[in-house]
């Protein structure tokens, strides 16, 4: 590809088009001449290297004063539950929705459009029929839009690049639920990946949510039985833990730098208990790494998913008392940071039945309220709500400082 050096001060991307003067060999040279390049000649590369560049995807959506959003699946997003979302997050303070694009098993939540970069893999689904029009949906409603995009937790890639993936026996292994990863150290999985998030920034989404950003859970226990490769982090520099932490890290900073021609925040979800430790070993988070290539962080801290941590031996029971002391940590963490990102913590909005009697509660108005109390009380102002059927508590006050 012919390298440009662009002399204007802005370039845009319309219809797939993108026009820039070329400067002629002679650094020195007054002589311009005009040329119109197109968007398969431009790539990711030249793109990411240049900040003249930005993506128009035509939709317009301002950051909100803080981000208050809930989950939302492609099932309800394409179906008719969306319009009694709408309304929910039109009729209180809520004012975002976190939308899968890549959901939890490697599918698209989308059908894409012959000829669009991701459509050659295959893997759309058609639950939301008509993503442009979803999107111009919400522009009207001013509802801010972030794509969902499920990273290394990929059983349809796993399944049709099991080269891509861990392996066991000559099979793709599967943790105990059935879930296959794909694996981080790979380039070509970042690639993938990444391609995707593109797509969803190009259709108008504003932001793009990475989730399951890391090694299987327990991987620490695994890593020296299955197959896989390890790239240019096989090396005698990285141990195995750091290794890890170092494709997770390295993946977050390059999708962010991937994606900065296209005009989108970019924020990642991780577990809350990172941000406790020095590192997640096993899975290789590392909360302040990851946190230092992000624009926004969201620490998944759902009460029903601590044990007896912070001293509190019920953690469910207590929605209020266990979100602020992971805010209090969290401050901190965050605090030791030149430039730290956006705290945009998930939040619970679901009984945790599952943990037995004694043990959870009835989460309902009066819970999820304690917990965005706490995070305000601690000066975070932004939060999600999840609730995997997207059926949210009625009569919840949203307003910060509730």
């Known amino acids: 590809m ?6 204007a001060a802005t370039a845009l991307l319309f219809s797939g088009l993108a026009t820039a003067p070329a400067m002629a060999a002679d650094e020195k040279a007054q002589d311009f001449t005009t040329r119109t390049y197109s968007a398969i000649e431009i790539n990711s590369e030249v793109l990411s290297s240049s900040q003249l560049f930005k993506y128009n995807s035509g939709l317009t959506f301002e950051y909100p004063d803080a981000v208050r959003g809930i989950f939302v699946t492609g099932h309800s997003a394409g179906g008719a539950r969306f319009d009694s979302l709408i309304d929910l997050v039109g009729s209180t303070d809520l004012n975002a929705m976190v939308i899968d694009v890549k ?10 459009e012959e000829g669009s970069q991701i459509a050659e893999y295959e893997i759309g689904q058609p639950y939301i029929k008509d993503p442009r029009a979803m999107l111009e949906r919400l522009e ?27 392996q066991e026996g000559g099979q793709v292994w599967k943790n105990r639920r059935g879930e296959a990863f794909v694996n ?13 998030a593109i797509e969803a920034a190009k259709l108008g989404f504003k932001e793009i949510q990475f989730d399951y950003v890391r090694f299987p859970e327990g991987f620490e226990n695994r890593a020296d039985t299955l197959q896989y490769s390890k790239g240019e982090y096989g090396g005698d520099e990285y ?78 029971l207590e929605p209020y008392k266990l979100v602020a002391e992971y805010a209090k940590v969290e401050n901190a963490k965050l605090g030791e940071l030149e430039n730290p990102p956006v705290s945009r913590p998930w939040l619970q909005d679901f009984t945790a039945s599952y943990l037995g009697a004694g043990n959870y509660l009835n989460y309902g108005k009066a819970e999820v309220e304690a917990q965005i109390k706490a ?28």
């Open 2 to 7: 012919k390298k440009i050096k662009l002399a």
């Open 375 to 402: 995070l305000n009380d601690n000066g975070i102002e932004e939060f999600l709500l999840w609730n995997a059927g997207n059926t949210y508590s009625p009569g919840v006050d949203y307003t910060p400082n509730n």
């Open 103 to 112: 959901e939890d098993f490697g599918y698209l939540t989308y059908v894409p």
């Open 140 to 166: 009207q409603e001013e509802i801010y839009p972030i794509a969902r995009v499920v990273v290394f937790k990929d059983s349809a890639l796993a399944e049709n690049k099991p080269e891509w993936s861990f």
């Open 239 to 316: 141990d195995g833990v750091q290794s890890r932490v170092a494709a997770v890290t390295d993946f977050v900073a390059y999708a962010h730098e991937q994606l900065k021609p296209y005009d989108v925040e970019v924020s990642v979800d991780i577990f809350g208990y990172s941000a406790t430790l020095p590192e997640a070993p096993g899975i290789g988070q590392n909360f302040s790494k990851i946190s230092e290539n992000v624009d926004v962080i969201s620490s998944m801290i759902y009460p029903s998913h601590w044990t007896s941590y912070f001293g509190i031996a019920k953690p469910d």
């Open 184 to 196: 981080p150290y790979m380039k070509e999985v970042w690639d993938y990946n990444v391609d995707i």
